[in-house]
């Protein structure tokens, strides 16, 4: 990467205190480095049980990391000390967790409307913009459900497009497709390139789904199992826009597939 | 609904419906039951015993058109709703409070769940040697019976939160103060609710046992009143009364229950 990365993790170490009846404290991720560019869709897959989320968690600033650094812009994050955390880096970094975590209590709207509420930005034109989005996703004539009587595809949507509606620079996606059927996955695969064409955020996706890191991703990170590093990392030079089927028949598309199933392990 | 509908009805029992009209027509056989147990056990064992469900009947038509029985009802209402608000402010409160200083609930939790277990009603008798005649040693016993139910809940929905929810709420730009108001309050509201059906209830019962012992209003004070001169058609009229107004209460807050909390997944025809 000619450009300056945006974000620098260097020699990252996350362990977990050990519980009476183990030995020494059991180490998730141990001596992880690598960089993203600014603008840059990067895709990073691993074994389950990688540390992945771990990691996310660790950008997002929800969980503290044991050793190694973590820059972002020129701002390093605390080690060791979670009094210091700055959850979401005030608004920079939006996180898609693996849940949907929505609020039950609120409807589709209400909640994608909620961080334009909490950081007190909720005017006339983010309101039309959260709309936007609605229809964007096919969210629409849904606006007034709560999260229960919305179906696992729909509220991915809804927590997906609830966090591009305050439009973070930096957005931590973390195996969001997971749970659902392959062609509403490739749906909604669709739906993000679509999404990031439109703004060009910087993207950093987890998934363990080799095929999805590749289609969706410029560069693919791949992670040993714990204590996770980076076993390799590919550039995807496929052409943009992509059309998700297409990519299947791609000789490129296998070739890369073949060189990431055999990292990982 | 018409009678052409209930004809469909019948034509196509939907299963749950036959339920629910079964329910509705047992509870109702069991009233009935209940009422004419009274009567028939009344009759065997005399006025001094159990008072003639018709003449508590009478009993209650008379003393609301002499405005008697209002008076007594709005007096330990009146008590009982202070008493509440008091003991339930603390008991939201006081959670809250405790929420940012994990070490010192750590510190004084025993001694809290320790004072759960002072039965309240032995204190009335200090509360009287402390805070006189008054309504103060009635609103100390309401607010205390009150206040426990509802810490407890709170308490523990605030530990039991989905931290997710909080972290996410954290990563979105949500201040501390903003994190208690949206997201841990109402996720504590199943339990809160639950903590107020027995709280309120309680508010009036421990108001009416206030009244056995102090004052000369309100209808624990008729209770005991008419017990003192053999009166027992108005001690069954004070209990037919006080058992009224808990279940209109009762009613009243599951409305309010259901209409707040409409977003819950699970449908609760249980209406206990």
């Given at each position: 990467m000619n450009a300056q990365p945006l974000l620098e993790v260097q020699g990252l170490g996350k362990r977990f205190a050990s519980r009476a009846g183990r030995d020494s404290s059991l180490w998730v991720i141990r001596d992880l480095s690598f960089s993203v560019a600014d603008g840059e869709f990067l895709t990073i897959v691993g074994p389950s049980g990688s540390g992945k989320t771990t990691l996310l968690n660790m950008i997002a600033q929800i969980d503290v990391a044991s050793g190694g650094e973590v820059h972002f812009q020129s701002e390093s994050a605390p080690i060791?000390?979670?009094?210091?955390l700055n959850p979401g880096l005030s608004c920079r970094i939006g996180y898609v967790t693996?849940?949907?975590?929505?609020?039950?209590?609120?409807t589709t709207l209400q909640n994608v409307l909620f961080p334009l509420v909490v950081q007190g930005r909720l005017n006339d034109e983010t309101r039309a913009r959260a709309e936007m989005l609605i229809r964007t996703v096919g969210l629409a004539g849904f606006e007034n459900h709560y999260p229960h009587e919305l179906s696992g595809g729909m509220r991915k949507r809804a927590s997906l497009i609830r966090t591009l509606v305050?439009?973070?620079?930096v957005i931590l996606m973390d195996e969001?497709?997971?749970?659902?059927d392959a062609q509403t996955r490739t749906v909604l695969q669709e739906d993000l390139l679509k999404l990031w064409n439109l703004g060009r955020k910087t993207i950093i996706f987890v998934t363990h789904d080799i095929g999805e890191a590749i289609a969706l991703g410029d560069r693919t990170l791949v992670l040993t199992r714990a204590?996770?590093?980076?076993?390799g990392e590919h550039k995807i030079?496929?052409?943009?826009?992509?059309?998700i089927h297409g990519l299947l028949t791609d000789p490129k598309f296998g070739e890369l597939y073949q060189r990431i199933r055999e990292q990982v392990q | 609904m018409t009678t052409h509908d209930s004809a469909l009805d019948l034509a196509q029992p939907s299963p749950v419906k036959w339920r629910q009209y079964a329910v509705t027509v047992g509870r109702i056989a069991l009233a009935v039951l209940l009422l004419v147990a009274w009567k028939l056990g009344a009759d065997r064992a005399g006025p001094i015993y159990v008072a003639d469900p018709i003449l508590v009947f009478d009993r209650i038509v008379t003393d609301t058109m002499s405005g008697e029985l209002i008076r007594h009802i709005y007096v330990t209402l009146r008590l009982s709703a202070i008493g509440f608000a008091i003991g339930c402010f603390f008991g939201i409160v006081l959670p809250f409070l405790l929420r940012p200083l994990p070490r010192l609930t750590n510190a004084i939790e025993p001694y809290i769940m320790a004072s759960v277990?002072?039965?309240?009603?032995?204190?009335i008798p200090l509360f009287i040697l402390w805070f006189?005649?008054?309504d103060a040693p009635k609103l100390w016993l309401v607010g205390l019976l009150v206040f426990y139910p509802v810490f407890i809940a709170i308490f523990a929905g605030i530990r039991n939160v989905d931290r997710r929810l909080i972290n996410m709420a954290r990563v979105l730009g949500a201040s501390e103060a903003m994190i208690s108001r949206e997201v841990i309050w109402n996720s504590l509201q199943p339990l809160f609710f639950a903590a107020l059906k027995i709280a309120l209830p309680r508010a009036v019962s421990a108001t009416i046992i206030g009244e056995f012992l102090v004052g000369n209003e309100g209808l624990g004070f008729m209770i005991e009143y008419s017990r003192q001169n053999f009166d027992t058609t108005g001690v069954f009229t004070g209990i037919v009364v006080a058992t009224v107004l808990v279940l209109l209460i009762n009613a009243v807050l599951v409305r309010i229950d259901h209409r707040l909390n409409a977003w819950r997944p699970t449908d609760r025809d249980m209406e206990l």
């Open positions: 060791n000390d979670p009094k210091a693996q849940e949907d975590n929505l609020l039950p209590w609120r305050y439009d973070p620079p969001p497709f997971g749970a659902l204590p996770a590093r980076v076993a030079d496929l052409p943009r826009p992509r059309n | 277990g002072i039965p309240k009603y032995a204190l006189g005649i008054d």
